[in-house]
């Protein structure tokens, strides 16, 4: 079972599979890419209309091509039909969006619904027909690399190829749009038309994904590459890598893994693959990280109650807050009855002061004391500027001894 | 077609389909005004890890546990999806996205690996449903829709998602004032102690609900589109709350029993031997009413605004 999974992943068992896996890692990589300005337009669940208006675009070109040919399993035309209705429904949730008074989360509901149920209807028409193929269609639902021509897994990776290099090349005018789009404008972009592109980018990964993951899941490789990648960076070429290759690792992880076991579904192991991807980026992303983030939010915490003890010392007060104690304690400032030690006394004192000039500020310049996050947190000599804190230092001495 | 075949036949989906309808649509009104619409979509595709986990560990393909099972798979990806928004500091589309298709994955693996596909569930029947499989084999003629013995042998089904809605319209109508109000002006709701939170995480709860009933007879998509449609249709229709509510129930009851009819009737009725998916077909009536809506609506619909511009004297004194 391992040797086999390592010839999978090694590309060693045999041409078909290798293409298979290369293609799955590519289309993770260009979802990726594509899906960060999706992510950053706040257009997540767009990708959720198209990918599913594109089954009656499917069940058409079958119908189609079996009366035709008699044959409908021709994966670069149903492909076509499913980039035709994936490009109406696009424009149809723009339409509604600019042209009636309904939210654009209605739109996408309203897109999806009706052209999944016509989807659903022509599929039971195909049913009826019996013709050749016809269980061609069910991998288009949930997609299975297993099942893959060589000729369908080799136009899956050249066409991701594709669509990754073309969002590349406008990767300066995407961001600009993606990010501030008055300013683009202004700067004299043709932000429509960028837009339009966005867009058909979004429409051919979806179409290109859709043998491989299937219709239903297809929306996960652009959207959970960018958001784990946006928890390891603030800015967009770093995010752009990191999705395109958060996207690639599950792409090639799961199509090798789906090689394996001819049971497992291919789109499911490469959703839960980059979900994992997710889960690690959410836990351990430095800075944005849940654990970096209770960290942060520990030490700020420690401070707080170190700062309040130390107060209550100055004031002739006992510690009672539990956290403040242990925290005194440690430092030497607390004995352990509860009394302060002269070190600790000296250090209420230097606090009780850096707290009156605090004070000072917060009266003297209310406005940039409520706009600070470092108010009472820390030093005042590590916040403000030097000579600030020389002259509230005056004003306080002055309110001391008004002689 | 005899009144036996009828009562056989059609008219299990036919109520099955408005029921569902009907739930969601009435529903849809507060998700569509709270910008909730995909809250509709989220959790029907979650139904599905919840029927595979709910048959692993009864073991029995009875509703019971799979219902069971489909009504924690949306509490906790509501859970986690509040989880996934705030911890990323995500919009909540993204959020929704990531916790949705994680799960629908986990289902599909979980469902081939287990061998419960060889049973009874299985994923197109979860999408599209299955109205057409609902049967009342006891019925011989109108006087047995008064019959208890006949009426005994309806569907188990029928009377859940009756039972459901009922529920629904009931509730609705008796908060129906603190709904609006929570929907309208959180603020001022919160002011006058009504805990509009409360009510927002009752209306995701009975979303939840009508989801989980509904999905098992018409099937995810149409689930949605009922979230959605009816209401986005009244609301193209008037400003008015109470009279939006009302309208979406029309528009709902409206595209099922035309849906079923396309499906059903209108082939026969063309001389072919086929029966279109009537849950499809449901929504795309659905769907069809809308954008009937919002082209011709008196006042928002796009071809009436753009005729009032073109004839600037027709404009009543604005």
Redesign the interface.
């Known amino acids: 079972m391992l040797a086999e999974l390592w010839r999978y992943l090694a590309l060693d068992a045999g041409y078909n599979a290798a293409v298979v896996v290369i293609g799955a890692a590519l289309l993770g990589a260009g979802g990726g890419v594509v899906g960060c300005f999706g ?1 950053l337009r ?4 767009l ?2 209309a198209v990918s ?1 208006a594109t089954l009656p675009g499917i069940a058409l070109a079958f119908i189609a091509l079996a009366l035709l040919t008699g044959q409908g399993r021709q994966l670069h035309w149903l492909m076509l039909g499913a980039a035709g209705a994936a490009l109406l429904a696009v424009l149809s949730v723009a339409w ?1 969006k600019n ?5 654009e ?2 739109a ?3 897109v ?3 052209f ?6 022509l ?3 195909i049913q ?1 027909m019996r013709t050749g193929g016809q269980a061609g269609l ?1 991998y288009l ?2 997609g299975s690399a297993a099942g893959m021509l060589l000729g369908e897994a080799q136009l899956v990776a050249t066409a991701s190829l594709v669509v990754t290099l073309a969002a590349l090349l406008f990767l300066k005018e995407l961001g600009l749009v993606a990010f501030d789009q008055d300013y683009a404008r202004a700067m004299g972009y043709p932000v429509a038309s960028l837009d339009l592109l966005m867009m058909a980018l979004l429409v051919a990964i979806t179409v290109i994904g859709l043998p491989i993951v299937g219709l ?2 297809i ?2 490789i652009v ?2 590459p960018p ?1 784990a990648a ?2 390891w960076t603030d800015r967009l070429l770093p995010m752009i890598g990191i999705a395109a290759f958060i996207g690639a690792l599950g792409g090639y992880l799961g199509a090798a893994v789906s090689g394996v076991r001819a ?3 291919t ?6 693959t980059l ?1 994992a991807l ?1 889960v690690l980026s ?1 836990l351990f992303a430095p800075r ?1 990280g ?1 654990l970096a983030q209770g960290i942060r939010y520990l030490r700020f915490r420690l401070a707080i109650a170190e700062r309040q003890g130390l107060l209550a010392i100055a004031r002739g007060q006992p510690v009672l807050e539990p956290l403040a104690r242990l925290r005194l304690k440690r430092r030497g400032w607390l004995t352990a009855t509860g009394q302060p030690t002269t070190t600790g006394l000296s250090a209420a004192e230097r606090t009780a002061r850096d707290q009156a000039l605090w004070d000072r500020w917060l009266e003297d310049y209310p406005n940039d004391a409520f706009g600070s996050e470092s108010w009472a947190s820390a030093p005042i000599e590590q916040a403000l500027p030097a000579d600030l804190v020389a002259e509230l230092d005056r004003r306080v001495r002055r309110a001391e001894n008004p002689a | 077609m005899t009144a036996a075949e009828f009562l056989q036949i059609d008219l299990p989906p036919m109520l099955l389909g408005t029921a569902a309808a009907l739930a969601c649509g009435l529903l849809g009104n507060f998700l ?1 005004l709270r ?4 809250m ?2 989220a959790l029907s ?1 979650v139904v599905l890890p919840g029927i595979v986990v709910g048959f692993l560990v009864s073991g029995s393909t009875g509703s019971l546990p799979m219902l069971l099972g489909a009504g924690a798979a949306a509490l906790v990806a509501v859970l986690l999806i509040e989880l ?1 928004r705030r ?5 909540s ?2 959020a ?3 916790v949705f ?2 799960m ?3 289902g ?2 979980l469902l ?2 287990s061998g419960a596909r060889n049973v009874h569930i299985d ?2 029947h979860a ?2 449903g299955n109205l057409e499989g609902t049967v009342w084999l006891a019925a011989d003629g109108w006087a047995d829709l008064l019959d208890p013995a006949a009426l005994a042998a309806v569907p188990e089904s029928i009377w859940r998602l009756l039972a459901v809605t009922t529920l629904i319209a009931v509730l609705i109508l008796a908060f129906f004032k603190e709904l609006r109000l929570s929907t309208f002006d959180p603020g001022l709701a919160h002011g006058l102690g009504f805990r509009p939170q409360l009510l927002g995480a009752g209306l995701v709860g009975l979303t939840a609900l009508a989801a989980v009933a509904a999905f098992d007879a018409v ?1 995810s ?2 689930v ?2 009922m ?3 009816p ?2 249709t009244a ?2 229709l008037t400003d008015d709350l109470a009279t939006q509510v009302w309208l979406s129930a029309v528009a709902a009851v409206l595209a099922a029993l035309s849906g079923y009819a396309a ?1 059903v009737f209108l082939p026969l009725w063309l001389g072919l ?5 009537a ?6 009536m ?3 009413l ?1 954008l009937t809506a ?1 082209l011709l609506a008196p006042r ?1 619909g ?1 071809l009436t605004r753009r005729l009032r511009r073109a004839m600037p004297n027709q404009e009543p004194g604005l």
């Open positions: 992510l706040k257009r997540s669940l990708s959720d599913h509604i042209r009636t008074r309904l939210p989360d209605s996408i509901g309203t999806l619904a009706t999944f149920g016509l989807g659903t209807v599929l039971s028409v009826v069910e639902l949930l239903v899941l929306i996960a959207i959970i958001v946006r928890f049971n497992l579904p789109g499911g192991i490469i959703v839960l979900t997710f959410l944005r849940v | 569509v910008r909730q619409s995909l509709g979509d595709h996934v911890l990323g500091n995500l919009e589309g993204a929704m996205g990531v298709t994680a629908f994955a986990g599909l693996v081939e690996q994923v197109q999408l599209m099937g998509i149409l949605i589109a979230f959605i449609c209401a986005a609301r193209m499906a031997d086929l029966a279109l998916n849950a499809g077909s449901m929504a795309v659905a769907g069809l809308q919002m928002y796009v």
